[in-house]
């Protein structure tokens, strides 16, 4: 019998919750929650690891631990992290979507992790793609509607005074609180996870060596690894780009002044829709096709965006 403490629950519906979460796992064959108490009673099978239980519990939202574990200890390292020394070992390098979904499943199936990360942890979408393109996007469509809209013959519409710099302000703001909600705050909180903030080098086939960010070293060894470290924009062979200070997406959406002018190369989906919220702020976009628009997709389509991006003065 496992006996967890469990923060969080609110109601008996939330203890619901939590039982049917537990019961879900393998080697679970029976679960007893309290929400008055703060308990949940876990009768396994042998060998059914504890952190699989926990992972269970905190991905609800709720927090859990061992009954005789303690508190939490500094610098997001529960004293359970590590207790499992029979557990399989796995270090992952990097902390992005493909980092993430490894780390978490190993943990799950009951291993041990030592997640390494050189720079801002999470992946693209969080940082430097979906989330902060999206914002951006949506301020542009805001800034159009008051410039032009359907009810213009009854609202007067007027072109909005663009702050760029404020708007960047709030776009990373909204970033950083997503990056704490699906990704820091996951790793802080996971009894499994000890998460090594530098850069990692292989030594052999079961050890590397961490060059810590805040100075210093640190030796870890491993069952497996796992690189998940993603990857760089690809620049196109075009005749003296590489002379030229151009901008890939991600360098586009961490601008705080907008261009008077701007060229996209490329006519797939990230191009376009980045030209149409850079011309809607107000810059003067030119599109290059080598095709058409949106080549990959049925020819309706780009000649609709086509149509529209004429319409507005791309």
């Given at each position: 019998m496992i006996e967890l403490n469990v923060s969080g629950m609110t109601c008996d519906r939330c203890a619901d919750?939590?039982?049917?979460?537990?019961?879900?796992?393998?080697?679970?064959?029976?679960v007893e929650v309290s929400y008055p108490q703060g308990t949940a009673s876990v009768a396994v099978d042998p060998g059914t690891p504890a952190s699989a239980l926990t992972f269970a519990v905190t991905r609800l939202g709720y927090q859990a631990r061992l009954a005789n574990s303690g508190p939490?200890?500094?610098?997001?390292?529960?004293?359970?992290?590590?207790?499992?020394?029979?557990?399989?070992?796995?270090?992952?390098?990097?902390?992005?979507?493909?980092?993430?979904?490894?780390?978490?499943?190993?943990?799950?199936?009951?291993?041990?992790?030592?997640?390494i990360e050189r720079g801002t942890v999470g992946g693209t979408c969080v940082n430097t793609g979906c989330v902060p393109s999206k914002?951006?996007?949506?301020?542009?469509h805001i800034a159009h509607l008051r410039t032009e809209s359907p009810f213009d013959a009854g609202l007067s519409a007027q072109a909005p005074v663009v702050d760029r710099a404020k708007l960047l302000e709030q776009q990373q703001r909204r970033v950083e609180e997503l990056r704490d909600a699906k990704y820091e705050g996951i790793l802080r909180d996971h009894p499994a996870i000890t998460v090594l903030h530098?850069?990692?080098?292989?030594?052999?086939?079961?050890?590397?060596?961490?060059?810590?960010?805040?100075?210093?070293?640190?030796?870890?060894?491993?069952?497996?690894?796992?690189?998940?470290?993603?990857?760089?924009?690809?620049?196109?062979?075009?005749?003296?780009?590489?002379?030229?200070?151009?901008?890939?997406s991600t360098?586009?959406?961490?601008?705080?002044?907008?261009?008077?002018?701007?060229?996209?190369?490329?006519?797939?989906?990230v191009a376009l829709e980045l030209a149409q919220a850079f011309a809607r702020l107000?810059?003067?976009?030119?599109?290059?096709?080598?095709?058409?628009?949106?080549?990959?997709?049925?020819?309706?389509?780009?000649?609709?965006?086509?149509?529209?991006?004429?319409?507005?003065?791309?």
């Open positions: 919750h939590v039982r049917e979460a537990l019961e879900k796992l393998p080697g679970v064959q029976s939490t200890s500094p610098a997001g390292a529960s004293v359970s992290k590590g207790r499992d020394e029979d557990a399989p070992h796995i270090a992952v390098i990097g902390s992005g979507g493909a980092a993430m979904a490894a780390a978490l499943k190993a943990a799950e199936r009951g291993a041990r992790i030592t997640l914002i951006m996007i949506r301020a542009a530098g850069e990692a080098r292989f030594v052999d086939a079961h050890s590397l060596t961490v060059t810590l960010n805040e100075g210093g070293e640190q030796t870890v060894r491993f069952d497996r690894a796992f690189i998940g470290t993603g990857a760089r924009p690809a620049a196109p062979p075009v005749p003296g780009l590489a002379d030229t200070p151009y901008l890939t360098g586009a959406l961490a601008l705080d002044t907008l261009p008077k002018r701007l060229i996209v190369i490329g006519a797939s989906v107000g810059s003067q976009v030119t599109v290059l096709a080598r095709s058409r628009l949106l080549s990959q997709e049925d020819p309706a389509v780009g000649d609709a965006v086509e149509a529209a991006f004429r319409r507005e003065g791309i």
